[in-house]
């Protein structure tokens, strides 16, 4: 996150749709329509072919829902693509939405891809938003009792926490969360949560900056 505290997004290829196997013809069928959203040409021709075929996707996704495809559906709202702006809240939305579809197997793969990409798009969200989001994704750990999906829900919960002062609250919950992520091999997000940590136990400026230096 940048100083201004817009996501710097075109970073790295986490972003990139990936191709997953289909589980059944819906998904098939919505799989062959996300293929042929183009990058390139930046034209007219591809901005409206781009947005008829994100909306016919949206509009399968609402009878048919599909964690593979809402993965790829986030991926994209993530940096944007032709006709289709960069959106965080879309982006996000639909990374939920891939948790609360999620049957196992077929998208393990993309695990650590999506929570990582979770946990960016959390800096840049406002507590009313980032809150609701934290509740479906307890709700959906009541359904899918996945250790990752345990990790970012209560990641989320700590970033509320940190959000509305709660220091404490949020300390405990981070680490809780970085046991979670030890537990699952995760150690790019048991990072995250010792360094949130550290920055919310940091007195003053000069703790502060030294606790940034270590961490980046």
């Known amino acids: 996150v940048g100083q201004s505290g817009h996501l710097q997004m075109a970073c790295h290829d986490k972003a990139k749709i ?12 919505m799989g062959a329509l996300l293929q042929k959203i183009k990058r390139t040409p930046a034209n007219r021709n591809t901005r409206r072919q781009n947005i008829r075929l994100v909306d016919n996707i949206t509009g399968k996704l609402h009878s048919t829902p599909s964690a593979g495809i809402s993965f790829n559906m986030a991926q994209m709202y993530y940096n944007g693509i032709v006709g289709i702006p960069s ?4 982006a996000l939305e639909y990374y939920v939405i891939t948790w609360e579809t999620m049957s196992g197997g077929q998208t393990d793969a993309i695990i650590p891809v999506l929570n990582h990409n979770m946990d960016e ?5 406002e507590t009313g938003a980032l809150r609701k989001f934290a509740v479906r994704l307890h709700a959906a750990c009541e359904i899918n009792h996945i250790a990752e ?8 919960s700590a970033r509320v926490a940190d959000k509305e002062a709660l220091t404490a609250k949020a300390i405990g919950l981070y680490r809780d969360a970085k046991a979670i992520a030890l537990s699952v091999g995760d150690k790019n997000l048991a990072l995250v949560c010792s360094k949130r940590k550290a920055i919310l136990k940091a007195i003053g400026q000069r703790q502060l900056d030294r606790v940034v230096g270590k961490y980046d």
């Open 18 to 29: 990936i191709d997953l196997s289909p589980n059944g013809p819906h998904e098939e069928r």
């Open 87 to 90: 959106d965080v809240h879309k």
């Open 121 to 125: 798009v959390s800096y840049v969200l």
């Open 149 to 156: 999906l345990k990790l970012i829900a209560t990641m989320f």
